[in-house]
């Protein structure tokens, strides 16, 4: 769900890759929506997502029929 959940993604902070398990992690917040005055305090609004590589791949694939 790395590429499809745009309100859980926000704006990506930093990425890192991990050789051993072929898994990309994402740290993501939501100062988007603090810019537009929907920032709220009372949920989380930085999230740290993780996706195979091989998994991202095949959703290109897919989606970009290769």
């Known amino acids: 769900t790395l590429v ?3 309100n859980v993604l926000g704006t990506p ?3 890192m890759f991990e050789p051993k398990t ?3 992690y994402t740290l993501a917040n939501k100062y988007p929506f603090l810019l537009r ?3 709220d305090f009372s ?3 930085f999230h740290v997502i993780s996706a195979s590589t091989d998994d991202l ?3 290109c694939k897919t989606r970009w029929h290769y």
């Open 13 to 15: 902070v930093d990425i």
């Open 4 to 6: 499809r959940d745009n």
């Open 37 to 39: 005055g929907k920032y």
């Open 22 to 24: 072929k898994k990309i």
């Open 57 to 59: 791949a095949a959703a």
């Open 43 to 45: 949920v989380s609004n």
